[in-house]
């Protein structure tokens, strides 16, 4: 057995790991993104793909995620180098781990700003906001938020504080209390939400829309999309898991943890999907209507409910913690990358990659006003980040370290990581890692690229 420390700590339980890697997992992803990538998508069609990609593709790259973290104890780029150092493999496959560092950077540099628009929806559910408001309304005070750049950068600048208040201090502080109390909130919460849709909304309309697959509404784009989607959702692809499983005792099951993350993370998802569609019909929104779904739908639904401005704010508030526990993982490859490579303090290195972030945060912030018309591809500088980094930059990440588990690195390797699993599992896992999960990446990607569809 191969036995290393993480220079960053441990967590304290394989509990911890696995409410700390959900916490990385559900955030604005499962919340805000899923349902509006849904709802361009056509719906039912889009979730089942989605749902399969999540169990063919992310299941076993999460389990290859975590394996490699742990082997490695180190951050993404060092873990992958020390690794294939010891099964004598070439030393660039490191590159594969500066790659997830770059693109957490260029994640958070939006998800910070959109964190930043949950903040400024706690303050608006603070100051009643949503009392008696129709469709009208709830559109017009988002678009007022979008159009108001400073308001933007203001609450960026919170989300990025808040972030920083976070990773200045590692892992077991912070880290692990903010997911230990605040994810089974947010989970109950939404719970209620899902029970208003039920008696005040179009429940059905959402069922249907969720959950009959309406295969000509898929096009090759909406299979990208959802591929994505399960990268990003579950936090795939640019080594977060992959830190957070650097921190993972040693003798802990690897793959039970994993499935425990996927499953409460699809959860979250189809959870937020029924929360908000039957609102979506009930008031005639438009489910393709883009980012700013939720943030039109849920304070119409919030103006309607007995008790409406309490749970707004409750709502928004637990919103934004499931993003701060989200963007803290998006940032720690980064982190750690500027601790162990570059031999900066923790407390340095944190600043270093947040001023880097939020200064890139900026573009996204004036692309929804003064930026508006800069477009590559009908895209804004927003809207072109996030496609790049979730369906693209994810998915290769994704599949890179599919490859370097299941072809690159000895098969003794990783069977001793995975040692707690049967070896039917085990055999089921190796099949998916080398195979399936790779060959579907890529088939999706390439015949995107290709434009072969
Ligand atoms: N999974 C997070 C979410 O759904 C986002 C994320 C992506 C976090 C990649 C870390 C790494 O909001």
């Not at 955030?27 to 989605?50: C, D, K, Q, S, T």
């Not at 104890?73 to 770059?102: C, F, K, Y």
């Not at 559910?125 to 469709?135: H, K, L, N, T």
């Amino acid at each position: 057995m191969v036995e290393r420390k993480s220079i960053h700590g441990e967590w304290s339980s394989r509990l911890t790991f696995i409410l700390a890697a959900t916490g990385s997992a559900v955030g604005l992803g499962n919340i805000w993104r899923f349902p509006y990538v849904a709802g361009e998508n056509g719906g039912g069609a889009f979730v089942l793909v989605y749902l399969l990609c999540v169990a063919v593709i992310g299941l076993p790259i999460m389990i290859a995620e975590i394996l490699v973290g742990r082997r490695g104890r180190q951050n993404p780029m060092d873990s992958i180098r020390t690794l294939a150092e010891d099964d004598g493999r070439s030393l660039h496959w490191q590159w594969v781990g500066l790659m997830g560092v770059i693109t957490g950077v260029l994640i958070l540099s939006f998800y910070c700003m959109v964190g930043g628009w949950a903040l400024a929806y706690v303050a608006y559910a603070v100051q009643g906001s949503f009392i008696d408001i129709e469709s009208a309304d709830a559109e017009g005070l988002l678009g007022r938020l979008f159009a108001d750049p400073w308001a933007l950068l203001f609450w960026h600048t919170v989300f990025m504080g808040m972030i920083l208040t976070v990773t200045t201090r590692g892992v077991e502080g912070g880290l692990e209390r903010a997911a230990k109390y605040l994810m089974p909130s947010l989970f109950a919460i939404m719970l209620l939400m899902v029970g208003y849709g039920m008696s005040s909304g179009d429940f059905d309309g959402a069922l249907a829309f969720l959950f009959r697959p309406n295969f000509a509404a898929l096009t090759l784009e909406g299979v990208l999309v959802a591929m994505g989607q399960a990268f990003f959702s579950l936090s795939l692809g640019m080594g977060a898991i992959m830190i957070y499983g650097s921190y993972l005792p040693s003798r802990t099951s690897i793959s039970g943890s994993a499935v425990a993350i996927a499953a409460a993370d699809t959860a979250v998802a189809l959870i937020a999907g029924l929360a908000i569609f039957p609102v979506v019909f009930a008031n005639g929104l438009d489910a393709g209507e883009g980012p700013g779904l939720i943030f039109v739908t849920l304070p119409l639904a919030f103006s309607k409910m007995p008790l409406g401005e309490v749970f707004a704010t409750l709502f928004f508030v637990l919103l934004v913690f499931a993003a701060w526990t989200s963007a803290i993982s998006l940032i720690e490859p980064a982190v750690t990358w500027l601790v162990e490579r570059q031999g900066l303090p923790r407390v340095g290195a944190s600043w270093v990659a947040g001023g880097v972030i939020w200064v890139l945060g900026i573009a996204s912030v004036l692309s929804l006003n003064v930026w508006s018309d800069v477009t590559v591809r009908g895209m804004t500088i927003f809207g072109l980040l996030d496609y790049l980094t979730n369906n693209i930059m994810l998915p290769l990440g994704g599949m890179a370290v599919a490859v370097f588990a299941g072809w690159v690195l000895s098969r003794r390797t990783t069977a001793e990581e995975l040692s707690d699993d049967s070896p039917l599992w085990y055999g089921l896992w190796r099949f998916l890692v080398r195979y399936i999960a790779p060959a579907a990446v890529g088939v999706v990607l390439l015949t995107k690229l290709l434009g072969l569809a």
